[in-house]
């Protein structure tokens, strides 16, 4: 390579230019000098391969994963990582694992996971929790459960995603099973809890069940909040049971919360869709006592 000086670069001028880069946003030129630097035989340092995985992993494969399909760039990254002697943290098997998880390549996730053990890093909850969502949004419900009986310690994040994925699957018995057991976990029910239960309950026709975990939640302390009320709302709304809807409404502004425009549409559509062009009229005309008077044209046609 030629140069005007005697002196040829180091590892510490190629970290620098890299983490100048990286800071800039410069992915692909920090990539490419990383790529330079192995040519020019520098050996890296764990603080390269930190820029390096940041530049890879945090800015294109979290971010951009699916879309730039970088998974295996990040893969081989990690390899030669290794391969230099280089150990890699928590952090950056867990940017693999949630890259992996992203593209459905949960199987692949977990042998990732295996691979860190071995080498001495154990996963964190963070990990686990990446490992979940993915088993979840792949419609593997029971291999997420399996997961969470092994596990030594679980949060209330884990059994909420679970949970989830139970009912996105119509694995009813099994959620409510979940469900029972987070007081005894040490991690009681929280709102979150509570809002994927009763929009669960309403997705497979449970609505008095619905009505009935409302009830719970008030009853074990746990306050409703907007997306409580607006899920249940809703779900009334979309199967035509206008009068729970009203007094799931009555309830609602009863404590305290208030409806905005795009609430109050979304039920006043519903209504003329079904034909009753009465209650939406009185609906609109509520809207304008409470100020909120931003209705789509589409509602008072």
Same mark, same amino acid.
């Given at each position: 390579m030629p140069c005007r000086f005697a002196v040829a670069p180091s590892f510490c001028s190629y970290n620098v230019i890299l983490s100048t880069l990286a800071r800039a946003d410069c992915h692909a030129d920090a990539l490419l000098l990383y790529r330079r630097m192995l040519r020019d035989r520098v050996p890296p340092t764990t603080f390269t391969f930190s820029v390096a995985a940041h530049v890879l992993a945090a800015s294109t494969v979290i971010h951009a994963l699916v879309a730039q399909g970088r998974v295996a760039e990040a893969a081989m990254l990690l390899d030669e990582m290794l391969l230099m002697g280089c150990a890699a943290d928590v952090n950056t098997f867990n940017d693999l694992v949630l890259g992996l998880c992203?593209? #459905?390549? !949960?199987? %692949?996730a977990a042998r990732l996971v295996d691979r860190m053990m071995t080498r001495g890093c154990m996963p964190s909850a963070v990990t686990y929790g990446f490992l979940l969502q993915g088993l979840c949004r792949t419609r593997q419900a029971d291999e997420?459960?399996?997961?969470? %009986?092994?596990?030594? %310690?679980?949060? !209330? !994040? *884990? /059994?909420?995603?679970?949970?989830?994925?139970?009912?996105? +699957? =119509?694995?009813?018995?099994? &959620?409510? +099973? /979940?469900?029972?057991?987070? #007081?005894?976990? #040490?991690?009681?029910?929280d709102v979150h809890t509570y809002n994927i239960l009763m929009h669960g309950l309403c997705k497979l026709g449970r609505f008095g069940s619905a009505v009935r975990?409302? $009830?719970? *939640?008030?009853? @074990?302390?746990?306050?409703? @909040?907007? !997306?409580?009320?607006?899920?249940? /709302?809703?779900?009334?709304?979309? @199967? =035509?049971?206008?009068? $729970?809807?009203?007094? *799931?409404? $009555?309830? *609602?502004? &009863?404590?305290?919360?208030?409806m905005n425009s795009?609430?109050? @549409? #979304?039920?006043?559509?519903?209504?003329?869709?079904? =034909?009753? /062009? $009465?209650?939406?009229?009185?609906?609109?005309?509520e809207m304008k006592s409470q100020g909120a008077s931003r209705i789509f044209a589409r509602t008072i046609q």
């Open positions: 992203g593209l #459905g390549r !949960v199987r %692949e997420a459960c399996a997961l969470l %009986e092994r596990l030594p %310690e679980v949060n !209330v !994040v *884990m /059994l909420n995603t679970v949970i989830r994925g139970c009912l996105t +699957e =119509g694995k009813l018995a099994r &959620a409510t +099973e /979940l469900y029972e057991m987070m #007081g005894s976990k #040490g991690c009681p029910p975990m409302l $009830d719970k *939640m008030e009853e @074990n302390g746990c306050a409703p @909040n907007i !997306v409580t009320y607006s899920t249940l /709302l809703h779900s009334f709304c979309r @199967n =035509g049971m206008w009068d $729970d809807a009203r007094t *799931m409404l $009555d309830q *609602m502004l &009863a404590k305290g919360f208030s795009q609430g109050y @549409n #979304g039920i006043i559509y519903a209504l003329c869709k079904d =034909g009753k /062009l $009465d209650q939406a009229t009185r609906l609109v005309q």
